[in-house]
T-cell receptor, first 113, second 112 residues
Framework: EAAVTQSPRNKVAVTGGKVTLSCNQT?????MYWYRQDTGHGLRLIHY???????EKGDIPDGYKASRPSQENFSLILELATPSQTSVYFC????????????FGPGTRLLVL | GDSVTQTEGQVALSEEDFLTIHCNYS??????LFWYVQYPGEGPQFLFR???DKEKGSSRGFEATYDKGTTSFHLRKASVQESDSAVYYC???????????WGSGTKLIIKP
């Protein structure tokens, strides 16, 4: 089974500050994804990647950047954090196309004050 | 566009009850269908998937059958346990789309 880890698990940030959320996967999956989960909205895709060096915009990319420096690592960057970005963020990885299974990390709980 | 509908926002059952969570989909082609389970404080966990009409997926006592005729993939379990308390998500994947389409989730509560 795929192993996806996220750090930090909890983060408190100030408005206007920079936040970096990190994700690591050890099963050599090509695809990686960043989601946020909010009550009433379910899971929403922010950015995704097909492999090292690639990043693509998902449904709600505004205010977020992504970086995929290697097969294993995928970061989500909030250059200027806002309180509306308070949420739980999940990283996922998947082997192949969108019809293949995605494996999720444990999540990062972000509070922007 | 493609969509997934879970009609029950919450289901409350007693231990050993039979569970059905309804999932209906709308898609222009032939999607893969998934069930994920999310326990409190954790990420969604893959339960199982199906990609062909009449294919049955199953795991941990849960099962669902892909039904193209009724565009459904209902989750069932014969006898629920307290440990099954969680939120269950149905999802759809189409090769023509870059992302999974998620249902709104169904919270399963097992009454003591």
């Amino acid at each position: 089974e795929a192993a996806v880890t996220q750090s930090p698990r909890n983060k408190v940030a100030v408005t206007g500050g920079k936040v970096t959320l990190s994700c690591n996967q050890t099963n050599n999956h090509n695809n990686m994804y960043w989601y946020r989960q909010d009550t009433g909205h379910g899971l929403r895709l922010i950015h995704y990647s097909y492999g090292a060096g690639s990043t693509e915009k998902g449904d709600i990319p505004d205010g977020y950047k992504a970086s995929r420096p290697s097969q294993e690592n995928f970061s989500l960057i909030l250059e200027l954090a806002t309180p509306s970005q308070t949420s739980v963020y999940f990283c996922a990885s998947g082997e192949g196309g969108i019809q293949d299974t995605q494996y999720f990390g444990p999540g990062t709980r972000l509070l922007v004050l | 566009g493609d969509s997934v509908t879970q009609t029950e926002g919450q289901v409350a059952l007693s231990e050993e009850d039979f569970l059905t969570i309804h999932c209906n989909y709308s898609a222009s082609g032939y999607p893969a269908l998934f069930w994920y389970v999310q326990y409190p404080g954790e990420g969604p966990q893959f339960l199982f998937r199906a990609s062909r009409d009449k294919e049955k997926g199953s795991s941990r006592g849960f099962e669902a059958t892909y039904d193209k005729g009724t565009t459904s993939f209902h989750l069932r379990k014969a006898s629920v346990q307290e440990s099954d308390s969680a939120v269950y998500y149905c999802a759809l994947g189409m090769d023509s789309n870059y992302q999974l389409i998620w249902g709104s989730g169904t919270k399963l509560i097992i009454k003591p």
